[in-house]
């Protein structure tokens, strides 16, 4: 199978004519596949920051001896699309590989693993949390993630059960008194429903706190103490008050170890906003993420935006807020993409990838989860673009127009956005 979908341009290539054909090839990053004389070729895929310097070194004449590889007398065609990011780039990639190799073999030429995530284990008698990267559909409601790293899972998953008192253990209980237990029950850590210390309401009660806290990032438990240490205050029960105050605070900072985008997996919702320097009117490109898919990218025009710059002398937020510069023409730029504010742009944009189709399959779930774990958990200086998720339940349009604005100026080293990709091992 042809991943030519995936591909805008295509050309056939002669060698006797190497330098005119590579001249059409784009000095700028992207996706290319080297297609072979014969039909049961596999196509030759890679990405590129810079597609005609790495299309010469493999298809121009080799000076004199060298172990460089030369593909130049095996293709026949070559198709290209040019890409404005590390994530489209990645995205694109994804996709002609699963075509041509197959979603295994793409998985692996990628290196993209499932990331960590916690998972609540509600169908057990006696449910605990554990980390886990192995992802199943009907348990998406209560995993938690992606997170970073099994380090980053681990440590998050110790500072929640240090808040209560669930079991650690992972073998199967059978609640009886002469259960010799675990030092976590000695210590009073756990409730010890292996030794029939509790009944099975009351640990559910337990384990159901930790489930809220976990859907809530923390505030239903703070919410919980603060309440109680109110009440103590006014009953002028101080030491008791100290100790709940304390408690909720510790509660507020293992909050805050899990980033936002740590969410459970089937209400994941996510938009990445990236520079898109494609012609002469501002562009962001659109990415999204929903229902276990990666979606995207489309191009959203902000012609007419510019970011206001921000007065020292002046507190005001006005001076902090995009601007529309001027009128912006109906039919100006791609067809629909200028017209209407930039919210409604943006909006209209959003709704269209949120209505493409997700999947039902985990394979497929926890690639697109890789993918939006590697350009995510990343040194803010190497990550290009910016994410959002929605705020009660509406994406904070304001702030993402801003954002956008910010995207599209242009950086004091270079004067324009820069490009980042991902080295990448190449098919052999």
């Not at 080297?34 to 590129?48: E, I, V």
């Not at 994941?268 to 520079?275: D, E, G």
């Not at 529309?324 to 409604?344: K, R, T, W």
Request: aromatic content about 6%.
């Amino acid at each position: 199978m042809s991943p030519a979908p995936v591909f805008e341009h295509e050309i056939d290539f002669d060698p006797a004519n190497a330098a005119e054909v590579l001249r059409s090839v784009p000095a700028s990053a992207g996706v290319v596949s080297l297609f072979g004389h014969a039909a049961t070729d596999r196509p030759f895929l890679m990405q590129s920051a810079n597609l005609r310097r790495r299309l010469q070194r493999l298809l121009m004449p080799a000076e004199g001896q060298t172990k460089r590889l030369n593909l130049r007398d095996r293709v026949a065609r070559v198709a290209w699309r040019q890409t404005y990011s590390e994530l489209e780039s990645l995205l694109l990639l994804h996709r002609a590989m699963s075509v041509v190799f197959g979603a295994e073999e793409a998985r692996r030429k990628l290196r993209l693993s499932p990331p960590f995530t916690i998972r609540y284990a509600v169908e057990n008698r006696f449910p605990r949390i554990y980390v886990t990267n192995h992802l199943r559909r009907r348990s998406l409601h209560t995993t938690f993630g992606p997170f970073a790293s099994r380090l980053d899972a681990d440590r998050y998953r110790e500072a929640v059960e240090d808040l209560f008192v669930i079991r650690r253990c992972f073998m199967e209980l059978h609640p009886s008194p002469d259960d010799p237990g675990c030092i976590y029950g000695e210590m009073h850590k756990c409730m010890a429903p292996c030794q029939a210390r509790c009944t099975d309401a009351e640990y559910l009660a337990e384990a159901e706190r930790t489930l809220a806290f976990l859907k809530t990032s923390g505030e239903s438990l703070r919410l919980e103490l603060e309440t109680e240490r109110d009440h103590a205050s006014a009953e002028m029960l101080f030491e008791e008050a100290a100790a709940l105050h304390e408690r909720a605070a510790k509660a507020k900072t293992v909050g805050r170890i899990a980033d936002a985008l740590v969410q459970p997996l089937d209400q994941l919702r996510a938009v990445i906003l990236l520079p898109c320097p494609e012609s002469d009117e501002p562009h962001v490109q659109v990415f999204a993420f929903a229902e276990g898919c990666l979606r995207g990218p489309q191009s959203v025009s902000m012609l007419g935006v510019r970011l206001a710059k921000e007065q020292e002398q002046v507190g005001s937020s006005l001076f902090a807020q995009p601007m529309m510069l001027a009128p912006v023409p109906l039919g100006a730029g791609a067809a629909g993409q200028s017209e209407g504010s930039a919210e409604e742009r943006l909006l209209a944009t959003i709704a269209q990838l949120e209505d493409e189709p997700g999947t039902q399959d985990v394979v497929t779930l926890g690639d697109h989860l890789a993918m939006l774990r590697r350009w995510y958990y990343r040194p803010e200086k190497q990550r290009t673009g910016v994410l959002f998720q929605r705020e009660a339940g509406a994406w904070p349009i304001r702030r993402m127009v801003r954002a956008a604005a910010k995207l599209l100026q242009p950086t004091p080293s270079t004067g324009t956005a820069e490009v980042v990709t991902l080295p990448l091992s190449l098919p052999s």
